[in-house]
């Protein structure tokens, strides 16, 4: 499934050319066909995503717009929270807490007429590569059902590449939408931190968190993820300014744009990955880009810092659950010891692992070495990104270094795990955007997504390169 | 009213306070639940309040002016600052961590100069969130071994600004002059009603002690001090108890000690092997404060004048000493500015103090009876038609009934028509009537003024005052 569906569905309904319950229950179809095999949902909203889409249709039916995502079915990844709805965050020390408000995205998707279809499985609190580490079991990928679909956002990125959503959004910290659009075949972006509110969002790492959009195309991303971005009050990290409208990057093209190739990247990526980067390359260069050699140092050190920051902030994010408001409680002979039980029976392995690594690295004694040092690296980031975006506009990598690896093949060791974020974690350390487009196939025909990395706020450059490529992936087949 | 110095067996006390107050803000410090002491348990709650999964802080712009507030009140240099996380688990804390400041607090480097002359250096003063309350049920109260706990979230969240004093503080005396001069200051400037006894303004001591000249000794901090009369004797307490360590040839061990208002000692509450290591780092949630020049001098120019200078003000204007009871008390009470009016309405200074001091305790701020009536009523007194007495019955009339005149409640109670040198004479002829009672009078027989009294309300009629009576013949009874 490679062409748009959102914008063809909100054109029809908010015309009255098609109802939006018929749109929904296609969609629904294909969910009750294949989602036993999948499991790309915790949850699906049947009766609820009815009655919403009736009352969108209802709307339509007495003169009014129920606007740009009219009647369009979109899944959300299960850690973005929805009234009165389950949010387990894949965890089962989360499994029936129901929270009392919805996420501003939610609030978004509903203001815009979308159909929330369900929420969607991921690695458990967004700790993972792979969608393996949930509770509730792996996410398959719909395109090979013996590999994974990538994570932590697997379900996002599968429920669009099975069509069980026309888009979908999942959230991003180290690449957990970026390397499991590529591993589906999606398009999926990363917008500049503060783009999309976090309200709502239940936070793994507050720093480098960002919600953003999967889709088909990458004129959907775009439609998406500006119905979704602007400024929120009630997220202090939320920019103060209102998100420019992407549409006149879709069809701009490349000409005269540079694009960054940096020669001192990390080695690591597969031949059939590394080359279907060199023919987005030669792709752009075709189409009026100019390709030219930047440096970034600091490139090599992102994993390591990531690897501190991100668990220094998730075991003081994750410390609240604690079994004293909500959640699971396991009961026991005192507070200090009802804590140890509920929490050791509540959070995985990969989850409780992070939350020591994050809580020594904040220990005293150890935080300048650790917390301190990776900050550095944090800066660095940024200056030596600063420093290449001087002379280009933006920068081409992969977006993972395989396509989609079977069940099984990475969790035994979490290092090689983690280095699935290699090419996605920069950008989260910098809070620039970054997005991957499907282009082309690797081993075993599977999709390899190209990733686009601009600097901040440079989205407009990013999606006039992004659909430069999807043209060019479009014509080559 | 000076500090008494402290030594003890050759030692002296070094004590710093640090001291926890809430903000009179309308909301709390990161939600839009009301800041309200007493409403029923867990009804000014929201998502931010109880830590729920995917909520976010919004900082209140109103608590970082209160406390821009009492930073420049006290002196402070106020910075760009950022927030941080201090992390420990308990089960009043909803996320497990507390949003304070760190390593880049609002306020620093301050000074508050006490009614003695002294002055405490205050190293910073930073804005943090309040916990929840924890009642435990069963036990000794607390959490340990008692059989359940409740929690009242209403407080969390709530506004705090921590006033970190530096260890300058040498006696109990004196650090009950800075517990009082800083509540003055905090009310003074709007920040907080600074009760002690409600836990608005929570005082918590660092004390240590050394002989004179020697380095800093090992320190132990005192919590639960309620009052500030409570605090002077909790230091007191505690720095003897670690002279007598050390005289004994023990050590002191750092602590957190626990007052005991009952049995008057300190008792250990955690040692230093206990501490949390609070694994404080920049709260990636909120955002660096930066108080731009223009927002600290409008804040700077709207602060009200201070305590010292309205005492100042006051001993001037009334000529009493400014360390004094009654210009304490009264600025205390924020009542100097009603002196002013009473002076300013043709009231003498030194009698307005004293009538102030001793019949407005109950008064509050802006008392109900005019500035004007109290003038009149003292120019009644100066000017010799009541006696000071006589005046202090009128004014308790006038508190009772504000709206009253002074010279119609005066003739009411035949003062005026009683002009005092005539109720003298009465007096002087009741003690002539009855020399037999006079004399047992004096040799303090407490019952033979009666007898007296009624000779002078048989003369006047009725008209005189028993109390007036009774006291002149108390000033004419030979000591």
């Known amino acids: 499934m490679t062409a748009g569906q959102i914008r063809p569905i909100a054109n029809s309904v908010r015309s009255g050319a098609a109802r939006a319950v ?55 990844k299960d850690n973005m929270c929805t009234r009165g709805v389950p949010t387990t965050c894949s965890s089962k020390i989360l499994q029936d807490w129901r929270p009392p408000y919805d996420a501003t995205v939610v609030q978004r998707l509903a203001a815009a007429g979308a159909v929330i279809v369900g929420k969607t499985n991921l690695d458990e609190f967004a700790m993972g590569s792979s969608t393996e580490n949930s509770a509730f079991g792996p996410t398959r990928n719909p395109l090979d059902v013996t590999r994974v679909p990538g ?114 990247l990390p080695g690591g990526a597969d031949a059939d990955v590394q080359a279907r980067v060199d023919a987005a390359f030669d792709a752009l260069a075709a189409a009026g880009a100019t390709i030219v050699d930047v440096t970034i140092p600091a490139f090599t050190y992102g994993l390591t810092a990531y690897y501190l920051i991100a668990p220094a902030e998730a075991s003081s994010n994750l410390a609240r659950y604690d079994g ?154 | 009213m000076s500090a008494a110095p402290w030594m003890h067996e050759g030692f002296e006390m070094v004590v710093g306070l640090e001291v926890h107050v809430e903000l009179a803000t309308a909301t709390k410090l990161f939600s839009g639940s009301p800041n309200r002491f007493g409403d029923e348990p867990n009804t000014n709650i929201d998502p931010v309040t109880l830590g729920l999964p995917g909520a976010l802080p919004v900082l209140n712009r109103q608590a970082v002016e209160l406390a821009m507030r009492i930073g420049l009140a006290l002196g402070c240099t106020v910075q760009e600052c950022v927030f941080a996380r201090k992390n420990y688990f308990y089960p009043d804390m909803p996320k497990a961590y507390q949003i304070s400041q760190y390593d880049r607090p609002l306020n620093v480097d301050g000074r508050l100069d006490l ?186 120019a709207s602060l009200p004048p201070l305590p010292a200078q309205r005492r100042q003000q006051l001993a001037e204007a009334t000529g009493q000493a ?40 109950e008064a509050g701020i802006d008392p109900a009876l005019p500035a004007a009536t109290l003038a009149s009523l003292i120019a009644m007194e100066t000017g010799g038609q009541l006696t000071a007495t006589q005046a202090k019955t009128v004014l308790a009339d006038l508190i009772a009934q504000p709206n009253g005149d002074p010279v119609a409640i005066a003739a009411e109670r035949g003062f005026e028509a009683m002009a005092s040198d005539e109720l003298e004479a009465m007096v002087d002829a009741a003690i002539a009537a009855d020399p037999d009672a006079w004399e047992k009078f004096c040799a303090g027989e407490g019952k033979a003024m009666g007898a007296l009294v009624g000779h002078v309300m048989k003369a006047s009629r009725g008209q005189a005052d028993g109390k007036v009576v009774t006291a002149l013949l108390q000033a004419r009874r030979p000591t």
């Open chain 1, 22 to 76: 018929d749109v929904l229950n296609g969609y629904l179809a294909r969910i009750d066909a294949r989602e036993a095999e999948i499991n790309a949902f915790n949850l699906v909203l049947h009766d609820e995503a009815r009655e919403r889409a009736e009352v969108i249709d209802a709307e339509v039916a007495a003169g009014r717009d129920p606007g740009v995502l009219a009647g369009v079915p979109i899944a959300l």
């Open chain 2, 322 to 361: 400014i360390d004094g009871e009654a210009v304490m008390t009264i600025v205390e009470r924020g009542q100097d500015a009603y002196v002013h009016a009473v002076i300013a309405a043709g009231g003498a200074g030194e009698r307005a103090v004293i009538h102030v001091k001793e019949a407005f305790a």
């Open chain 1, 151 to 264: 994570g932590s956002s697997g379900g996002s990125a599968a429920a669009v590449a099975a069509g069980f959503a026309a888009g979908s959004l999942g959230s991003d910290t180290g690449g957990s939408i970026r390397q499991p659009a590529a591993l589906c075949g999606v398009v999926g972006v990363k917008p500049t931190y503060g783009t999309v509110s976090r309200l709502g969002l239940v936070a793994f790492a507050s720093s480098l968190d960002q919600i953003g959009p999967f889709t088909t195309d990458v004129a959907d991303a775009a439609l998406l993820l500006e119905a979704i971005a602007g400024h929120d009050p009630g997220d202090s990290t939320s920019i103060p300014k209102p998100f420019p409208s992407l549409e006149p990057s879709l069809t701009r093209g490349v000409e005269g744009l540079r694009i960054g190739r940096i020669t001192d």
């Open chain 1, 324 to 477: 004293v408001r909500y959640g699971m409680r396991v009961a026991a002979a005192d507070t200090n010891a009802m804590y140890s039980a509920t929490r050791s029976a509540g959070f995985g392995p990969e989850v409780r692992r992070r939350i020591m690594l994050g809580t020594y690295a904040l220990s005293a004694g150890y935080y300048d070495a650790y917390y301190g040092k990776a900050l550095k690296v944090r800066r660095l980031m940024a200056h030596d990104f600063d420093a290449a975006y001087a002379d280009v506009d933006v920068v081409l990598t992969p977006a993972s270094p395989s396509v989609a690896f079977p069940f099984g093949s990475k969790t035994s060791d979490p290092l090689a795990m983690y280095l699935c974020d290699t090419y996605t974690i920069p950008s989260n350390l910098t809070g620039h955007p970054a997005m991957s487009v499907p282009f082309g196939t690797g081993a075993d025909g599977l999709p390899v997504g190209v990733q686009v990395l601009a600097p901040a706020l440079g989205e407009a450059t990013m999606f006039a390169v992004a659909a430069e490529l999807e043209r060019a992936a479009g014509a080559a087949q």
């Open chain 2, 115 to 300: 009614p003695d002359g002294s002055s405490v250096g205050v190293e910073r003063a930073h804005l943090e969130e309040d916990t929840g309350k924890s009642t435990h049920i069963g036990g000794s109260g607390r959490i340990h071994g008692s059989e359940g706990s409740l929690i009242d979230f209403n407080r969390a969240g709530v506004p705090l600004v921590e006033i970190v004093s530096r260890p300058d503080i040498s006696s109990p005396d004196q650090a009950r002059l800075y517990a009082a001069e800083l509540r003055a200051i905090l009310v003074a400037v709007g920040a907080s009603d600074a009760r002690m006894e409600e836990g608005s303004m929570r005082v918590d001591a660092n004390v240590s002690v050394r002989r004179p000249g020697e380095p800093l000794g090992t320190r132990c901090e005192i919590k639960n001090v309620n009052s500030v009369r409570s605090l002077g004797r909790a230091i007191d307490y505690e720095a003897r108890r670690q002279v007598a360590l050390i005289t004994a040839g023990e050590s002191i061990r750092q602590e957190t000690r626990h007052w005991d208002e009952a049995d008057g000692r300190t008792h250990t509450l955690r040692t230093k092997e206990d501490a949390d290591d609070y694994r404080y780092f920049p709260e990636p949630d909120l955002v660096p404060v930066c108080p731009d020049a223009a927002w600290i001098d409008a804040v700077r």
